[in-house]
């Protein structure tokens, strides 16, 4: 068991649905996540996760990093929590995390190779599955391609796909791939304006 595992029958109600918006990022991520985070207020209707590559031996300090950039409530995911509006979970080092069909989170160890690690494709697939039109992609700046066919899986259960434009990208490679699938990114902007884009999103009737 992982340490930190929440058990699924430790009496907490089911989650109901609302939005869950996937911050997923590489190189040059953090400034970008932090600035989107800043502009999120506090009561958000909608769960947040921060994924960011990182090694799986390197003690991540992301968490306190972006509790001093946002209103929001922000603690490292643990294996078996639900997903809940307002607060913001960060993919902790050394584990992929996936959404599962309760909105619960749940970590895979990830181990010493590649896929990238935590790996946006798997938290943003799982994401699609469990959550159809509520999910929310936001994919910002890193190297490679990792990103691209979890947004796509968003895009075709539904949900909304949002990308980093080239100017504010330090590293453009991750939201270009994702912007050069067909059709599937619903805004392509500047990180300074995602937050208001975000919170429009989140309180759409659709949602």
Known sequence: MLPGTVH???GRPRPGRFPVVAIVSSAGGLAATGL???GLPAGLPAAVIVLQHISPTYPSLLP???RRHTALPVAQALDGEPLEPGRVVVAP???HLLVTADRRLALIESGPTPPPR?????LLTSLALACGPDAIAVVLSGHGTDGATGATAVHRFGGTVVASDAASSDYFSMPQA???RDDIV???LAVSDMAALLSALVRAPAL
Do not use: C, K, T
Request: hydrophobic share 45%; glycine share 4%.
């Open 64 to 66: 306190e990093i972006l």
């Open 36 to 38: 989107v985070l800043a």
């Open 178 to 180: 994702v912007i050069s």
């Open 186 to 188: 619903d805004h392509v």
């Open 118 to 122: 935590p790996s946006a494709d798997l």
């Open 8 to 10: 699924p029958e430790n």
């Open 93 to 95: 080092p050394g584990h």
